[in-house]
């Protein structure tokens, strides 16, 4: 865990930093304000502990500026002054906790593991995850009771693994949380801290614990043995699901022999089966582009070398040199490509240059036709287009399992049935699954159920659950929908019913995936690519012919954009070109492959509006960590556009859009939809009388408050002006009423504290309406809500 210290008392500084050190934190000490803000600009801290009494910029005004700018990392102020008028102000400023020096170190460690644990859902003291067990306060882990010694990195590299068990971490994320700016470290040094990690994981029986993720980083996955314990469905059937998590999947066992379907492979080899499987279906392209170079050798020997021929060899060998490399063969590549360069020459041809050709084309023919012998064509069939939904039932009810998976068993779906809450807490520690169906009452305790609700619905991303309850009750609904549930029947239920709304929330939820359109002449590439980035959730459309180019990105509508550079009738330079000058696509996305390492090459693709380009023949790790790199800043350029600054909530125009869609698919469903309207109450005259930056407070504490009421899939959004939306659908204007209850007295309760000391509370205008009863569109559901509002 990562802590920035702002304190300008060289004594304590040094002080706290042994003691925090010693517990295993990563600590980064600054002695002023300004020179914190600028750290906390430029990295994520798990913790700020700030002195209030700092040079250049105090700690409460450091504290406000963070908090006005979307900065939701726990902070612990430190004072010297035992006046409960400056603790006030810290804590409204948007400080989580203060302790008053002189410091008990104790209660700072006590202090900073509760602040930690915090976050935005429950967390035990204790980190466990099957046999192994972490304990913050004392430093110790152990597994199945026996003390690992680790040194003070290797143990920061499993209290993160520990606190994030299903997130990925590349070896940049690792290096930004583990290490300080005063020590950085080559990501080899990440590599090897992992290394004996593992070893000292593995000498005490927690055997492959942390995942090498192809292309990606790090995680921990407990491993196959506690995976095929954790989820066990019908008996005798092993373990279902598509796409599962990665290396915990098992395949089905059937008289000693292996079922023909592999359930869930490791990535990498499924990858590697893939591109075997493409081999057998290209062989016949491959072979054919070999006989256009061996027509060239036999043209040479005979001396009817024509130009056309040599044109059409030197092709041919920039098709070779871009896919070889992709089965393995760097040694193919690296010859084609000295083919395509000595044909590539103006002139004639010298003697010498024809002997090296027919050399190279001879040694890359024999490499060509030994590929074409080893493949293994019984390792793959055909190559799903998509991948298979990973969908969970957590169900004793092994009937319902069964019924669910004939369902769906012609979509090429599977169901996986877990029969109690252990064996799915387990499983669900290390997998992150498209949808949970969860039996609230008949899998185990219920509080724990509830946790696990809650648990799915605060993920990043959020796992949707449908929850099947013993009762309707409103009251049921209610706290269902507090803690995260996407979806509510009561049973019995069929499995049909079951079905029905699961493909609801599949549907809403599958729009979040990332779609990407690649372009490229050759087939194989195009088919080559679909292993490479599918398996990550990825929809990738392949396009062989460039003239068709604009009439597909209409419809595909891409996050991302793959040209190749060199293509025939238009080239990837000018589809480039092209889309920059259309306003809709001037911000996509565009990856550039290209066979060609020239600096002109590059040049060019930079110069026309390319964001990147990859070097046939294509590593699948570099695209991924390329496509990644580039969808997560067009992402955060987008919520720019789409999300209020100030509060980090969708803004106007963004939460219109997606109240327009909640509203389509309640038609679609026949469902009703809420708008609830919150307002602050003469919001003009609280930024007049005690200024904006109170004002802004209010808001941005606000904004907090509805971000954790509500999570499970409403819309919500600040229009401005002190004034909030809430869209919630399948609920009745009585239950959202209901619902609102107690935020709004939570509201109430809330005191502000202005620049000059004074405390002041503010007055919510609330008002709810239903769709279609009280209005067809928003408008003029936002119309009747606005002349209907009162006071709370």
Same mark, same amino acid.
């Given at each position: /865990?990562?802590?920035?210290?702002?304190?300008?008392?060289?004594?304590?500084?040094?002080?706290?930093?042994?003691?925090?050190?010693?517990?295993?934190?990563?600590?980064?000490?600054?002695?002023?304000?300004?020179?914190?803000?600028?750290?906390?600009?430029?990295?994520?801290?798990?913790?700020?502990?700030?002195?209030?009494? #700092?040079?250049?910029? =105090?700690?409460?005004?450091?504290?406000?500026?963070?908090? !006005?700018?979307?900065?939701?990392?726990?902070?612990?102020?430190?004072?010297?002054?035992?006046?409960?008028?400056?603790?006030?102000?810290?804590?409204? &400023?948007?400080?989580?906790?203060?302790?008053?020096?002189?410091?008990?170190?104790?209660?700072?460690?006590?202090?900073?593991?509760?602040?930690?644990?915090?976050?935005?859902?429950?967390?035990?003291?204790?980190?466990? +995850?099957?046999?192994?067990?972490?304990?913050?306060?004392?430093?110790?882990?152990?597994?199945?009771?026996?003390?690992?010694?680790?040194?003070?990195?290797?143990?920061?590299?499993?209290?993160?693994?520990?606190?994030?068990?299903?997130?990925?971490?590349?070896?940049?994320?690792?290096?930004?949380?583990?290490?300080?700016?005063?020590?950085?470290?080559?990501?080899?040094?990440? $590599?090897?801290?992992?290394?004996?990690?593992?070893? $000292?994981?593995?000498?005490?029986?927690?055997?492959?614990?942390?995942?090498?993720?192809?292309?990606?980083?790090?995680?921990?996955?407990?491993?196959?043995?506690?995976?095929?314990?954790?989820?066990?469905?019908?008996?005798?059937?092993?373990?279902?699901?598509?796409?599962?998590?990665?290396?915990?999947?098992?395949?089905?066992?059937?008289?000693?022999?292996?079922?023909?379907?592999?359930?869930?492979?490791?990535?990498?080899?499924?990858?590697?089966?893939? /591109?075997?499987?493409?081999?057998?279906?290209?062989?016949?392209?491959?072979?054919?582009?070999?006989? +256009?170079?061996?027509?060239?050798?036999? &043209?040479?020997?005979? $001396?009817?070398?024509?130009?056309?021929?040599?044109?059409? &060899?030197?092709?041919?060998?920039?098709?070779?040199?871009?896919?070889?490399?992709?089965?393995?063969?760097?040694?193919?590549?690296?010859?084609?490509?000295?083919?395509?360069?000595?044909?590539?020459?103006?002139?004639?041809?010298?003697?010498?240059?024809?002997?090296?050709?027919?050399?190279?084309?001879?040694?890359?023919?024999?490499?060509?036709?030994? /590929?074409?012998?080893?493949?293994?064509?019984?390792?793959?069939?055909?190559?799903?287009?998509?991948?298979?939904?990973?969908?969970?039932?957590? =169900?004793?009810?092994?009937?319902?399992?069964?019924?669910?998976?004939?369902?769906?068993?012609?979509?090429?779906?599977?169901?996986?049935?877990?029969?109690?809450?252990?064996?799915?807490?387990?499983?669900?520690?290390?997998?992150?699954?498209?949808?949970?169906?969860?039996?609230?009452?008949?899998?185990?305790?219920?509080?724990?159920?509830?946790?696990?609700?809650?648990?799915?619905?605060?993920?990043?991303?959020?796992?949707?659950?449908?929850?099947?309850?013993?009762?309707?009750?409103?009251?049921?609904?209610?706290?269902? &929908?507090?803690?995260?549930?996407?979806?509510?029947?009561?049973?019995?239920?069929?499995?049909?019913?079951?079905?029905?709304?699961?493909?609801?929330?599949?549907?809403?939820?599958? !729009?979040?995936? *990332?779609?990407?359109?690649?372009?490229?002449?050759?087939?194989?590439?195009?088919?080559?690519?679909?292993? /490479?980035?599918?398996?990550?959730?990825?929809?990738?459309?392949?396009?062989?012919?460039?003239?068709?180019?604009?009439?597909?990105?209409? @419809?595909?509508?891409?996050?991302?954009?793959?040209?190749? *550079?060199?293509?025939?009738?238009?080239?990837?330079?000018?589809?480039?070109?092209?889309?920059?000058?259309?306003?809709?696509?001037?911000?996509?996305?565009?990856?550039?492959?290209?066979?060609?390492?020239?600096?002109?090459?590059?040049?060019?693709?930079?110069?026309?509006?390319?964001?990147?380009?990859?070097?046939?023949?294509? +590593?699948?790790?570099?695209?991924?960590?390329?496509?990644?790199?580039?969808?997560?800043? @067009?992402?955060?350029?987008?919520?720019?556009?789409? $999300? =209020?600054?100030?509060?980090?909530?969708?803004?106007?125009?963004?939460?219109?859009?997606?109240?327009?869609?909640?509203?389509?698919?309640?038609?679609?469903?026949?469902?009703? +939809?809420?708008?609830?309207?919150?307002?602050?109450?003469?919001?003009?005259?609280?930024?007049?009388?005690?200024?904006?930056?109170?004002?802004?407070?209010?808001?941005?504490?606000?904004?907090?408050?509805?971000?954790?009421?509500?999570?499970?899939?409403?819309?919500?959004?600040?229009?401005?002006?002190?004034?909030?939306?809430?869209?919630?659908?399948?609920?009745?204007?009585?239950?959202?009423?209901?619902? #609102?209850?107690?935020?709004?007295?939570?509201?109430?309760?809330?005191?502000?504290?202005?620049?000059?000391?004074?405390?002041?509370?503010?007055?919510?205008?609330?008002?709810?309406?239903?769709?279609?009863?009280?209005?067809?569109?928003?408008?003029?559901?936002?119309?009747?809500?606005?002349?209907?509002?009162?006071?709370?």
């Amino acid at each position: /865990m990562r802590i920035l210290l702002i304190e300008d008392e060289e004594i304590l500084a040094s002080v706290l930093l042994k003691s925090l050190t010693k517990q295993h934190y990563v600590v980064d000490v600054v002695q002023d304000g300004q020179m914190g803000w600028e750290y906390t600009q430029s990295t994520n801290y798990d913790l700020l502990l700030i002195d209030v009494g #700092l040079p250049k910029l =105090d700690g409460i005004t450091l504290c406000q500026r963070l908090r !006005s700018n979307g900065c939701f990392t726990p902070i612990l102020l430190m004072t010297a002054k035992d006046g409960s008028r400056e603790r006030i102000q810290g804590l409204d &400023a948007g400080a989580d906790d203060y302790l008053i020096k002189p410091l008990d170190l104790e209660e700072l460690q006590a202090r900073i593991r509760a602040l930690i644990r915090r976050g935005d859902r429950p967390c035990t003291p204790i980190l466990e +995850v099957g046999s192994l067990r972490l304990d913050p306060s004392s430093c110790e882990v152990t597994y199945n009771n026996k003390l690992l010694e680790l040194t003070a990195k290797e143990y920061s590299l499993l209290e993160l693994f520990l606190r994030n068990p299903s997130r990925v971490f590349s070896r940049g994320d690792i290096i930004e949380h583990l290490w300080t700016f005063d020590d950085p470290p080559q990501e080899e040094t990440v $590599k090897s801290h992992i290394k004996y990690l593992r070893q $000292k994981l593995k000498a005490v029986g927690a055997v492959d614990w942390i995942e090498n993720v192809y292309g990606l980083g790090y995680r921990l996955n407990p491993g196959r043995e506690q995976g095929r314990q954790g989820g066990r469905g019908a008996e005798g059937q092993g373990r279902q699901g598509g796409r599962g998590a990665e290396g915990q999947g098992e395949q089905g066992k059937q008289g000693g022999k292996e079922k023909s379907q592999v359930v869930s492979p490791q990535v990498e080899e499924q990858f590697q089966q893939a /591109m075997g499987g493409l081999w057998k279906q290209y062989e016949g392209l491959m072979v054919q582009r070999l006989t +256009v170079l061996e027509e060239l050798a036999a &043209a040479l020997s005979n $001396k009817t070398l024509t130009q056309e021929l040599r044109k059409s &060899a030197e092709r041919e060998a920039h098709k070779l040199a871009g896919v070889l490399g992709m089965f393995e063969q760097d040694n193919g590549t690296q010859l084609a490509r000295e083919i395509e360069q000595i044909l590539g020459k103006d002139g004639d041809l010298s003697a010498s240059e024809k002997r090296q050709l027919l050399t190279l084309i001879e040694d890359l023919g024999n490499i060509i036709n030994l /590929m074409g012998q080893n493949v293994d064509y019984q390792t793959s069939t055909a190559i799903a287009v998509e991948i298979s939904s990973r969908l969970i039932l957590i =169900d004793p009810n092994l009937q319902l399992g069964s019924q669910l998976q004939q369902l769906v068993e012609c979509m090429g779906i599977c169901w996986q049935q877990i029969s109690n809450l252990e064996d799915a807490k387990n499983f669900l520690q290390t997998t992150s699954p498209d949808l949970v169906v969860l039996n609230i009452d008949d899998i185990g305790w219920r509080k724990e159920s509830l946790a696990l609700l809650s648990d799915l619905a605060t993920r990043t991303p959020p796992v949707p659950v449908l929850v099947l309850a013993a009762t309707d009750e409103l009251v049921e609904r209610v706290t269902f &929908a507090q803690y995260g549930a996407r979806g509510f029947l009561v049973k019995p239920v069929t499995a049909a019913q079951v079905w029905d709304v699961s493909s609801q929330i599949l549907q809403r939820t599958r !729009s979040l995936r *990332v779609n990407i359109l690649a372009v490229d002449d050759d087939p194989l590439i195009l088919a080559a690519l679909r292993p /490479m980035l599918e398996p990550w959730g990825m929809r990738m459309t392949g396009l062989e012919n460039p003239l068709r180019f604009w009439e597909v990105l209409q @419809s595909t509508k891409p996050d991302l954009l793959i040209l190749d *550079v060199e293509m025939p009738h238009i080239n990837g330079i000018e589809l480039c070109r092209a889309v920059r000058t259309d306003p809709q696509w001037q911000e996509l996305p565009i990856v550039f492959l290209t066979a060609h390492r020239e600096m002109e090459t590059v040049q060019q693709v930079f110069a026309v509006g390319g964001d990147d380009y990859v070097v046939k023949p294509v +590593v699948g790790a570099e695209l991924l960590a390329r496509i990644t790199h580039r969808l997560e800043r @067009s992402r955060l350029l987008q919520s720019f556009s789409t $999300k =209020d600054p100030l509060t980090g909530l969708a803004n106007q125009f963004q939460s219109n859009r997606d109240l327009q869609h909640l509203i389509a698919q309640a038609e679609k469903n026949q469902q009703s +939809v809420c708008l609830a309207i919150l307002s602050v109450t003469d919001f003009r005259q609280i930024n007049i009388k005690y200024g904006h930056q109170a004002g802004n407070q209010v808001l941005q504490r606000w904004s907090r408050l509805f971000q954790s009421a509500f999570c499970s899939g409403e819309v919500v959004g600040y229009w401005g002006n002190g004034e909030f939306v809430v869209g919630v659908s399948g609920l009745t204007k009585t239950e959202v009423n209901h619902r #609102l209850g107690e935020i709004l007295t939570t509201l109430r309760q809330q005191i502000f504290t202005a620049f000059d000391g004074d405390r002041f509370q503010v007055i919510c205008n609330f008002a709810v309406v239903e769709y279609p009863n009280d209005g067809l569109t928003i408008q003029s559901l936002y119309q009747v809500g606005s002349n209907a509002g009162y006071n709370s």
